[in-house]
Every structure is written in C-alpha cells, then in structure tokens.
C-alpha cells in the first residue's frame, strides 16, 4: 500500500471486495440504512458497518461437500445452525456461497434449489437484497 | 283511254292519316333509339364509376391496414432511436470519464511529488508507526505517553493538508455543459396497477456483470447513483422490500424495481423525477465532468416493441425509410 492508498477512504468497489459483496448489494445495504454518502467515499470502519447492516455471512470457512446429497444435507443444517428459520431471520442469499470458490456456486445453488423445490426453504426480497429462510417443514426435516 | 283512277276525298283523308301514323311512329322510334343508346351510355359510364369505387374500397383498406400498423412502426423507430440517444450519450460519458481520470491522475502527480519529500516522507514513516504501536502506548508511563501522543498530534497537523488533498475530490473539467438521459418506463398490469418500473442507463452492463475487472469509472458510479434512487424510490413509495434486479438491455445497465407484489403510495412518475433530480443533482463526478442527467420516460413497448408480424412488416415495405 502506498502512502497515497493510506490516506484514500474506500470506494464502494473497496467495500464489495472486501465484503465479497456485489457494489450494487453495498449500494442497497447503505441506501436502506441511509447511509449514502454524496462523495460516494467511505471511511475504514464502513466494511465492518455494511457487514452488520447487511447480515453479510460467511458460511463456509471450509469448502463445502462435494457430494450432492451431503450438500444438500450441509446447506439445510447452516440455515439451522445460523438460525435463518423465519422470514424476519431471513439470510441473505449471496451468503450461500460467500467465501466458496467460484466453481462451487453452481452446486450450491442447485442444492439450494432442491431444498427450495421441496419447500424447505422460502426466499423473500428485503430492502438488502434477496434473502432465504428454512420453513417449518424444512425444520423438521432438516433437523431430524 | 285508259280509266283514270280515282280517290275518292275519304281515301285521301284515310291515307294521311296513315303517313301521319307512319310519321309518328318513325319519330318515336328514333327517340326510343336515342333513349336506348343514352342508356347504354350511363350504364357503361356507370360500370366504369363502380369499377373505380371497387378500387377506393380496396385502397382505403389498404391506407386502414397501414395505420393501424403506424404504431407499431413508430415503437420501432423510437426503440432504435432510443439505442442510439443512449449510445451516444454513453459515448458522451465515457469520454468524459476518461478526461476526469485525466484530470485526477494530473493532480494526484503533484501530491505523489510531494510525498516523496523526504521530510513529508518522514512524518508519514511515523505516522505509520504510531498507528501500529498505539494500542501498546498504555504499557507506557503517563508522562512518556502524552509526550508521544502531543508528538502524534503535532505530525498529524503538519499532514493534515496533505490528507485532505488526498481525500479531495479531482479538479472539475474545463467542458461545455452536456445532458444525458436515462430512460424511465414504468409498466402497469391488466388492471392498470404499476407493477413493474425499468430504468435504461447510457452505460454499459459490464460495469454491473464485470464490476471487478472494471476500475470505478464515471459510468460504474452512474450504476451506483441509480440503483441507489431505485432503492430510495422504493422506501418513499411504501415498498422498500420491492425486488431491485439489474440485468443488461442491448448493451446498456437497466435497473428494475418490481412494484407488483404489494401496494404502492403516491405519484409513481413524480416520485421517480424527483429521486432522480436528488441523486444526479448530488453526484459530485457527474457535476465535476459538467454532466447532468434526467430520466426520459417512454412506453414500455418502446423499449421492448412487440415481435414482428405481417402487419409491420407490410407497413415497412410500404413506407420506405431513410434507413432502406
């Protein structure tokens, strides 16, 4: 980092690669907490402010499974673990596959899909973005 | 000698009444002959008014059928006239864009410069510092402390200017005003209830689908400004939680708020150009690179026309264009 770079506050594109966020998430995560500013510049501790306002998740600190089945099983036990279980406790959807390498979002996505197909999860859209939830039946089945 | 015939004065009278009668009839003859032939005249002249009537029947169809696909043509023509308004104000704001790096990277040379001073240079090594071993400066006694401290203070007023250059926005162009439009379309249902409102901006969709190869250019910031009124729209229309996708129209970044899923207050149209006014009047770039920008709103139709038919097509064939 130059001196230059020390001195500079962070851009939203600073904030998204930070957060691993897409810009335009940031964007929505700011404008529903009214905190835009003019300048469209932003000081340090906005990475940790856009994390908590947003519900920004990291949910696979290790790579997720590679078999289908234990995929679908490992996703559906997060959304218990990190108690998305209603629509007010609604993840954000991009939280699936944060910190997952590219390649993996696929499968993660069709996991997902399947639990959502089987009405196990819901998604909702918020002024955040778009978010998901496991539903009662999906806590039955996923916890048992 | 011959016996001389004679007439008697009642033959006579009988035979001129018979040329009378012969007279008579030979005239009226003539007039019914006359009468027969001016008939025959009116009937062919009127066969021929029918033949031309049978005609206009056939144009006025063909003149009805044409404008009842004049709307259609004219979507069309106003689509491509929109891709090229908004293609050449995203030429207008790329070149911009490239003049306002210009400009910053000329100014931020100077503070490079600067920086490098050795004694500038010095203070920031310190500065540094400081900020990696304050946590420890409590293990320190008090005194020492609030001497590095006051130190850090006097370093920090001496950098104080640099900082804020740093943080500066970039010089404003020297360029001649220009406008750009950004398109609005706001789409009802069956019902006549807004569901579903786009906006079309005079950039590319890359700086949304490729955003991290991308440097933070003047477009990538319009992208931001709109999704940010797009989203500030929602709160204020009671729907904050209404779906906001962006997705690529022909090349350009258009932003979408789903209003169909629950009720919405006020002026949808009056509302958008006032958050618009807000968040294009508020970009600090757009007012430094001397842009402004307004939404254009246009039928929904005009951005996505109908598929072709035979109607159109027929009504292109029929009216040459410039384009032809």
Redesign the interface.
Request: proline share 3%; with cysteine; net charge positive.
């Given at each position: 980092m130059s001196?230059?770079d020390?001195?500079?506050?962070l851009?939203?594109?600073d904030l998204?690669?930070s957060l691993d966020l897409?810009?335009?998430e940031v964007?929505?995560v700011?404008?529903?907490n009214d905190a835009?500013t003019?300048?469209?510049?932003f000081d340090q501790d906005a990475i940790e402010r856009v994390r908590a306002l947003g519900g920004v998740q990291t949910w696979w600190p290790e790579a997720p499974p590679t078999d289908e089945a234990a995929l679908v099983a490992a996703l559906g036990a997060k959304f218990i673990a990190e108690d998305a279980t209603s629509e007010a406790k609604a993840t954000r959807y991009d939280n699936l596959t944060r910190g997952v390498e590219e390649a993996r979002h696929r499968d993660i996505r069709k996991a997902a899909q399947a639990l959502l197909k089987s009405k196990h999860l819901k998604t909702?859209?918020?002024?955040t973005?778009?978010r998901i939830y496991v539903t009662e039946s999906g806590k039955t089945h996923l916890s048992g | 000698m011959s016996e001389a015939t004679t007439t008697t004065g009642l033959q006579e009278a009988m035979s001129s009444v018979t040329s009378w009668r012969q007279e008579a009839e030979s005239r009226l003859t003539s007039r019914l002959e006359a009468i027969d032939r001016e008939e025959q005249r009116l009937k062919e002249a009127l066969s021929q008014l029918q033949a031309e009537i049978t005609e206009l029947d056939t144009l006025r169809a063909s003149i009805r059928a044409e404008n009842g696909g004049l709307e259609r043509a004219q979507q069309e023509k106003a689509h491509n006239a929109m891709l090229q308004g908004l293609g050449n104000d995203r030429d207008t704001l790329a070149s911009r864009s490239v003049e306002l790096a210009a400009a910053h990277e000329a100014s931020q040379a100077g503070l490079k410069a600067e920086l490098a001073d050795p004694e500038i240079a010095g203070l920031i090594t310190e500065y540094e510092r400081f900020s990696e071993a304050e946590a420890t400066l409590t293990a320190l006694p008090e005194s020492y402390r609030h001497a590095i401290l006051a130190h850090h203070e006097t370093v920090k007023t001496r950098l104080q200017p640099i900082f804020a250059r740093v943080q500066a926005a970039g010089p404003d162009l020297e360029a001649a005003p220009a406008a750009l439009s950004v398109v609005a379309s706001l789409e009802n249902d069956e019902d006549g209830a807004p569901e579903s409102l786009t906006f079309v901006l005079p950039v590319d969709s890359a700086v949304y689908s490729r955003w991290s190869d991308r440097d933070e250019d003047l477009p990538t910031r319009l992208g931001y400004r709109a999704v940010a009124m797009a989203a500030g729209l929602a709160k204020s229309l009671g729907a904050p939680a209404a779906p906001l996708t962006c997705r690529d129209h022909e090349g350009f970044l258009t932003v979408n708020l789903w209003l169909g899923d629950g009720e919405v207050s006020g002026d949808i149209k009056a509302a958008a150009d006032a958050a618009a006014a807000a968040a294009f009047a508020g970009a600090d770039q757009l007012t430094a690179a001397k842009l402004s920008a307004s939404l254009e709103w246009l039928a929904p139709e005009v951005l996505d026309p109908p598929e072709d038919d035979e109607t159109a097509a027929a009504v292109r064939i029929a009216t040459p264009t410039a384009e032809a």
């Open positions: 001196a230059l020390m001195f500079q506050k851009s939203i594109k998204a690669a897409h810009p335009h964007v929505r700011l404008v529903a835009m003019d300048d469209l510049r909702c859209s918020s002024a973005g778009l | -």
